[in-house]
């Protein structure tokens, strides 16, 4: 049975139709299986028509004083509410089960609608996404067993791999023979790598991606994120909910407390997890094969790059630093970008723009706004790290931006809550920071009002990173983006707040360069081209009042497309002033960084 609202008011035309109407409707409810459920407004002068009509209705549906709620002039709001929300839960209870959407296909081919299950290329993506979904009961076990490149085998490369740039726990050993070293240790967990075979999920995985019809991959793809998500965030749920329960009783042991948290950063699942997996195969690989341990004829994975770069191609999110171990697998990304630039036939230049800023201060859904993508938004996972979308210009926009393409890259959230208590989360933070502002020639930073005590934190960040990078000759724009501004007249209101801005970024810089050693005193315009007046952008809230109710609000796109509108005024004269990168410039710029 189908629980149906319907809003009905008494027409002010001629009484005649009228009538015609009440009987229309009268009669189709005789003997109708389905619940009605009206919402009568009693207008001004139409109280006779409502309260005729009423009693027809009552006639009609066996209808007593305990089927009607009134509300009166007098009506206390609160009280009648809750009475509402009594009625509807009564409702709900004795309602049949809730059906899934899936299910409901049936009833929209009864009703002469088309539906996607009925189509057989994503019949055919669905098989094949559900091979790898349905086995997943924990995701953390998952992980572990099926995604086993990854985890601590992935953390232990990645600590090694800095370790042979930083060299931090050198001590007395002399270079080379510390280098020598960690070679062999680096080399020794590639062979572990290369010992795992492919599991059954990731078979299916490259089947999905390479092998199907491109309106199938379109398919496997929606369909292998929409069950990941909703995988992951049941998951998250039942972790964020024995989490409560433990806070209630605050003698439970801290030790615990400490594992809930790590369960919960280890139990995010995408598709990226799956393209990171495929990533170190190809990475375990190329390393056997360069130390000599592995004929070229006998790899197996020289294939994933090009299959990487198609899925770029065709505006797919490519991880670019891997946010669980803070670090790029720099092998697979040049690779992957190399294979790009070769289907791309040389012509690559690319701008490059990043956004940078607190967790849940609206990045992604910007980016999405401004560019039309489709980076995750507030999917229940805690996904980390950076990830790059490709934009391509238009070929009569191209002579004017002086690009063939625009390199899109979304950060995760700094001073994220489920990172804050482990140990290395300050330096990793700054990592991120000084990476993709480093590689940009755009940074915007996005603050959200109700978080404005976290942004002093995020622009020492910022301003470290953009100080490392006038050391090397780069110095990359800055756009300060504030959401959640409700004040049509933000920008004159705020003079004084962009002037006290300036002085904590000056202040910011001069202990910045303390702490890196320079000799001069420095301000931040030394360090980066920044107009009190141009790069500040009052953008207000998604959404009126709280969503999933709330309206979308109308300014929050016009205000997007004014910052987009400038944004490309600001990449004209860039491409003027300097040539673009490259894909092979850029993977330069990466491997100093």
């Given at each position: 049975?189908?629980?149906i609202?319907?809003k009905?008011?008494?027409?002010?035309?001629?009484?005649?139709?009228?009538f015609?109407?009440?009987?229309?409707?009268?009669?189709?409810?005789?003997?109708?299986?389905t619940?009605?459920y009206?919402?009568?407004?009693?207008?001004a002068?139409?109280?006779?028509e409502?309260?005729?009509?009423?009693?027809k209705l009552?006639?009609?549906?066996?209808l007593?004083?305990?089927h009607?709620?009134?509300?009166g002039s007098?009506?206390?709001?609160?009280?009648?509410?809750?009475?509402?929300?009594?009625?509807?839960?009564?409702?709900?209870?004795?309602?049949?089960?809730?059906?899934?959407?899936?299910a409901?296909a049936?009833?929209?081919r009864?009703?002469?609608?088309?539906?996607?299950?009925?189509?057989?290329?994503?019949?055919?993506?669905?098989?094949?996404?559900?091979e790898?979904?349905?086995?997943?009961?924990?995701?953390?076990?998952?992980?572990?067993?099926?995604?086993?490149?990854?985890?601590?085998?992935?953390?232990?490369?990645a600590?090694?791999?800095?370790?042979?740039?930083l060299?931090?726990?050198?001590?007395?050993?002399?270079?080379?023979?510390?280098?020598?070293?960690?070679?062999?240790?680096?080399?020794k967990?590639?062979?572990?790598q290369?010992?795992?075979?492919?599991?059954?999920?990731?078979?299916?995985?490259?089947?999905?991606?390479?092998?199907?019809?491109?309106?199938?991959?379109h398919?496997?793809?929606?369909?292998i994120?929409?069950?990941?998500?909703?995988?992951?965030?049941?998951?998250?749920?039942?972790?964020?909910?024995?989490y409560?329960?433990?806070c209630?009783?605050?003698?439970?042991?801290?030790?615990?407390?400490?594992e809930?948290d790590?369960?919960?950063?280890?139990?995010?699942?995408?598709?990226?997890?799956?393209?990171?997996?495929?990533?170190?195969?190809?990475?375990?690989?190329?390393?056997?094969?360069k130390?000599?341990?592995?004929?070229?004829?006998?790899?197996?994975?020289?294939?994933?790059?090009?299959?990487?770069?198609?899925?770029?191609?065709?505006?797919?999110?490519?991880?670019?630093?891997?946010?669980?171990?803070?670090?790029?697998?720099?092998?697979?990304?040049?690779?992957?970008?190399?294979?790009?630039?070769?289907?791309?036939?040389g012509?690559?230049?690319?701008?490059?723009?990043?956004?940078?800023?607190?967790?849940?201060?609206?990045?992604?859904?910007?980016?999405?706004?401004?560019?039309?993508?489709?980076?995750?938004?507030?999917?229940?996972?805690?996904?980390?790290?950076?990830?790059?979308?490709?934009?391509?210009v238009?070929?009569?926009f191209?002579?004017?931006?002086?690009?063939?393409?625009?390199?899109?890259?979304?950060?995760?959230?700094?001073?994220?809550?489920?990172?804050?208590?482990?140990?290395?989360s300050?330096?990793?933070?700054?990592?991120?920071?000084?990476?993709?502002?480093?590689l940009?020639?755009?940074?915007?930073?996005?603050?959200a009002?109700e978080?404005?005590?976290e942004?002093?934190?995020?622009?020492?960040?910022?301003?470290?990173?953009?100080?490392?990078?006038?050391?090397?000759?780069?110095?990359?724009n800055?756009?300060?983006?504030?959401?959640?501004?409700?004040?049509?007249?933000?920008?004159?209101?705020?003079?004084?707040?962009?002037?006290?801005?300036?002085?904590?970024?000056?202040?910011?810089?001069?202990?910045?360069?303390?702490?890196?050693?320079?000799?001069?005193?420095?301000?931040?315009?030394?360090?980066?081209?920044?107009?009190?007046?141009?790069?500040?952008?009052?953008?207000p809230?998604?959404?009126?009042g709280?969503p999933?109710?709330?309206?979308?609000?109308?300014g929050?796109?016009?205000?997007?497309?004014e910052?987009?509108?400038?944004l490309?005024?600001?990449?004209k004269?860039?491409?003027q002033?300097?040539?673009?990168?490259?894909?092979?410039?850029?993977?330069?710029?990466?491997?100093?960084?």
């Amino acid at each position: 049975m189908r629980d149906i609202v319907r809003k009905w008011r008494p027409h002010s035309l001629a009484e005649s139709r009228g009538f015609k109407e009440e009987n229309l409707l009268l009669s189709s409810l005789r003997g109708s299986a389905t619940k009605y459920y009206f919402i009568f407004s009693n207008q001004a002068g139409k109280s006779k028509e409502t309260l005729r009509f009423l009693k027809k209705l009552a006639l009609v549906l066996k209808l007593n004083n305990s089927h009607v709620l009134q509300k009166g002039s007098g009506t206390n709001k609160a009280e009648f509410v809750k009475a509402l929300q009594s009625a509807i839960a009564a409702v709900m209870k004795s309602s049949p089960k809730g059906v899934s959407i899936e299910a409901m296909a049936e009833t929209a081919r009864q009703l002469g609608i088309q539906v996607d299950e009925d189509n057989k290329n994503c019949q055919s993506a669905c098989k094949y996404v559900k091979e790898i979904t349905v086995p997943i009961k924990d995701v953390a076990k998952y992980k572990r067993e099926k995604l086993r490149l990854q985890g601590e085998l992935w953390k232990n490369l990645a600590e090694v791999e800095k370790e042979m740039c930083l060299m931090k726990r050198q001590g007395d050993i002399p270079v080379e023979k510390y280098k020598s070293q960690l070679k062999e240790d680096l080399l020794k967990l590639r062979v572990q790598q290369n010992k795992h075979d492919l599991t059954d999920g990731l078979t299916t995985f490259i089947i999905g991606i390479e092998q199907l019809s491109p309106m199938e991959k379109h398919y496997f793809l929606k369909w292998i994120k929409f069950d990941l998500d909703h995988i992951a965030r049941e998951t998250l749920s039942k972790l964020r909910e024995q989490y409560k329960e433990k806070c209630k009783n605050s003698k439970d042991d801290h030790k615990k407390f400490a594992e809930l948290d790590k369960l919960i950063s280890a139990s995010s699942l995408g598709v990226e997890h799956f393209m990171r997996e495929l990533g170190q195969f190809y990475e375990a690989e190329h390393s056997m094969v360069k130390e000599g341990k592995l004929a070229e004829i006998q790899r197996q994975f020289t294939h994933l790059p090009g299959t990487a770069a198609d899925l770029m191609l065709e505006g797919f999110p490519m991880e670019l630093i891997d946010g669980d171990v803070s670090t790029i697998p720099l092998q697979w990304v040049t690779d992957v970008l190399t294979e790009l630039h070769t289907k791309l036939g040389g012509r690559s230049k690319m701008l490059v723009l990043t956004v940078l800023g607190v967790q849940s201060t609206g990045k992604s859904t910007l980016l999405n706004t401004m560019f039309g993508l489709q980076f995750a938004v507030s999917s229940g996972r805690c996904t980390r790290g950076a990830f790059m979308t490709l934009i391509k210009v238009a070929e009569n926009f191209r002579q004017e931006l002086g690009c063939d393409f625009i390199l899109v890259i979304d950060t995760e959230g700094l001073k994220a809550p489920e990172l804050a208590k482990l140990e290395d989360s300050y330096e990793h933070d700054n990592e991120l920071a000084t990476l993709v502002v480093g590689l940009s020639d755009i940074t915007i930073v996005n603050v959200a009002m109700e978080n404005a005590t976290e942004m002093k934190d995020v622009l020492q960040i910022v301003v470290h990173a953009f100080l490392r990078m006038e050391e090397i000759g780069q110095k990359p724009n800055c756009q300060f983006v504030h959401q959640n501004v409700s004040d049509v007249s933000a920008h004159e209101q705020n003079m004084r707040d962009r002037k006290h801005l300036l002085e904590q970024l000056d202040e910011m810089t001069k202990a910045a360069a303390n702490m890196e050693k320079k000799c001069k005193e420095m301000k931040f315009s030394d360090i980066m081209d920044y107009d009190l007046e141009k790069h500040n952008w009052y953008i207000p809230a998604l959404w009126h009042g709280v969503p999933p109710m709330a309206p979308v609000n109308m300014g929050y796109s016009e205000k997007v497309y004014e910052l987009k509108k400038y944004l490309f005024e600001f990449l004209k004269g860039c491409s003027q002033n300097r040539s673009p990168k490259d894909i092979p410039q850029f993977l330069e710029w990466v491997k100093s960084l």
